[in-house]
């Protein structure tokens, strides 16, 4: 998707920083792998709050850190924020476009957290049920009666697979930013790659909303936290609202 604001190129300072910022943390991941594997990921991805290796920091770190096997990550997302960031920098302010990203990136965690708490052992029961060729119930009961037992290898497998749900990547506060542009552009013709026809922004983000909700109902994507999106446009949503209640979803009197 496109459309050209004037003086696109000279980016204000927030967007330019968190550009920046992304695109070096990647550049690191890919020169230096192991140390993006056991130090990056580990400790900067955001992980299960149920797993050993979470900390509450991950909340915000995990939205600088992108997949480093790919460049099309942190590309669609940098993208995205050199195209809508600087006219929503300029309308807000960039105190005020920092912490809508912030809140947005930080919603999006907060979700993925909630999913995972809802699903991680019915996808861990179901792992295990194929690996072994066994049902799903008989598999569930097994591992019951391990966990009451005290079975040292059913817990420590349990802790592994806990530490090895992990999200990465700005897609939440993209997500929120392609919304709250919507919302003070709700009008604004976009067009997406290879299609000449204009789409209007609040037609566009709309559609990619309930794109996100249905991809992650179906499980279909999995590698991808569509809900994570999904939050990061939820709290954006939230403060959004406020904003036009109060009159100032164009900038005004917020943090003047």
């Known amino acids: 998707m496109s459309y050209t604001p004037a003086h696109r190129f000279n980016l204000p300072p927030a967007t ?9 943390i990647w550049l690191v991941e890919v020169l230096f792998p192991t140390f993006a594997i056991n130090g990056i990921y580990r400790h900067c991805g955001l992980h299960y709050v149920g797993a050993t290796d979470f900390n509450p920091a991950q909340i915000i770190t995990y939205m600088f850190v992108h997949d480093q096997g790919t460049v099309l990550h942190v590309l669609f997302n940098m993208f995205t924020l050199f195209m809508f960031g600087p006219i929503l920098e300029r309308t807000w302010g960039t105190r005020r ?39 799903y119930g008989y598999m569930k009961e097994v591992l019951e009666a391990g966990l009451a037992n005290g079975n040292a290898n059913i817990h420590a497998g349990m802790v592994m697979f806990k530490n090895q749900i992990m ?23 976009l067009y997406l790659f290879f299609i000449p026809i204009p789409i ?37 949503l939230i403060i959004l609202l406020y904003w036009r209640k109060k009159g100032t979803l164009r900038g005004n009197s917020f943090f003047n």
């Open 16 to 24: 330019m920083n968190l550009i920046i910022i992304n695109v070096l």
């Open 97 to 135: 476009f920092l912490f809508f990203y912030m809140v947005c990136g930080v919603g999006a965690a907060l979700v993925q957290e909630g999913v995972w708490a809802l699903t991680w052992e019915h996808e861990y029961i179901s792992a295990l049920a194929a690996q072994n060729g066994l049902n």
């Open 167 to 189: 999200t990465v990547g700005a897609s939440g506060a993209i997500f929120g930013l392609l919304l709250g542009f919507a919302f003070v552009f709700p009008n604004m013709p």
């Open 200 to 236: 209007k922004a609040k037609w566009m983000v709309l559609g990619y909303g309930v794109l996100e909700f249905f991809l992650g109902v179906s499980g279909s994507q999995a590698t991808v936290a569509h809900f994570a999106h999904l939050g990061g446009m939820l709290f954006g």
